[in-house]
């Protein structure tokens, strides 16, 4: 019983990353209707901000969120409006500038560290609390607590402020929310300033637990899409929820199963959801059509 607590553990505190990676990636789907492939470089970013942040002036990654953070606000602000925008109306072309944004930004980073790996030290990296006999690592706790009060946050952003609201306007007719006096363009450049925030926030939070290197953003953002997908798309609760479902699949699948084939399980699971619900367990349905209509 106690083997299979512990299994339950590590899936809810890996759904907790999934969960964190994925909101962002989630939020600009939902809002601007892309696939953003550069989401986990993103996310690298923000685990190379925290290590820079370390290495310059020996900054705590916990509090080198007050840094990362707002920078991968700017920096997602410059991509959609010098990169995304001008392609507003091509929306495969958009996808395929996110494809080689992955690219330039693995090459910028593997450029300047030359592939090193590096991690980042906390005092807080060897904590492991004791409950009952479960074993759970602060560091994830943390990040598991910090996705938790980043669904709280973005729900209620979403629902009680004018900026959310205009964004839940864009997000349902972008044509009918520019005919009501909301800056359409404007409202895509906060909600990708948005979604690289978060991704910043995930880097930061997961520096003190991963080993970084230039393709690490891969290993989440395969996660992230399924996460996404089998949320919901556009639904910030789904990719809250879907995280700790994948995480969990994987966990158990990795025990009772076999480690090889944890991400398969997962993956069957994503395409099984893709055929059944398109729109995902949380996301409005038709809501994955949007993307091919024509709003200009």
């Known amino acids: 019983m106690s083997t299979f607590l512990n299994i339950l553990v590590v899936g809810l505190l890996l759904g907790g990353i999934y969960g964190l990676v994925s909101i962002g990636l989630n939020l600009i789907f939902g809002v601007i209707r892309i696939v953003n492939f550069a989401q986990g470089e993103l996310v690298m970013l923000g685990m190379y901000g925290a290590y820079f942040s370390y290495w310059l002036v020996g900054m705590d990654p916990y509090v080198s969120i007050l840094v990362v953070v707002p ?3 700017v920096f ?10 001008p392609l507003q109306n091509e929306s495969m072309m958009q996808i395929f500038a996110t494809f080689g944004l992955l690219l330039l930004l693995q090459n910028v980073i593997l450029a300047i560290t030359r592939g090193t790996g590096y991690t ?7 904590v492991v ?10 560091v994830r706790l943390i990040a598991l607590f910090a996705v938790t009060a980043v669904a709280v946050g973005m729900s209620w952003f979403l629902k009680n402020t004018l900026p959310g609201k205009a964004i839940r306007a864009v997000t ?5 929310a520019r005919l009501m006096g909301i800056n359409v363009e404007l409202t895509f450049m906060l909600t990708f300033g948005m979604g690289a925030a978060l991704a910043g926030l995930a880097g930061t939070l997961l520096a003190p637990i991963y080993t970084m290197s230039p393709q690490i953003g891969g290993n989440f953002i395969l996660a992230a899409f399924a996460v996404v997908v089998l949320g919901g798309l556009g639904s910030v609760w789904g990719a809250f929820i879907g995280g700790f479902i994948i995480g ?3 966990a158990l699948a990795g025990y009772y199963l076999d480690p090889a084939l944890k991400h398969a399980v997962w ?9 059944v619900r398109p729109g995902g367990l949380f996301g409005i349905a038709g ?5 091919l209509r024509e709003q200009h």
């Open 71 to 73: 920078a991968l606000f």
């Open 76 to 85: 997602g602000v410059l991509i959609q409006r010098f990169i995304l925008q």
């Open 120 to 126: 980042v030290p906390t005092d807080l990296s060897t």
């Open 129 to 138: 609390i004791d409950i009952a006999g479960l074993k759970i690592s602060l």
């Open 172 to 176: 349902q007719d972008r044509r009918a």
């Open 248 to 250: 969990l699949i994987e």
């Open 267 to 275: 993956f069957l699971v994503f395409i099984a959801v893709l055929i």
């Open 287 to 291: 809501a994955e059509e949007v993307g």
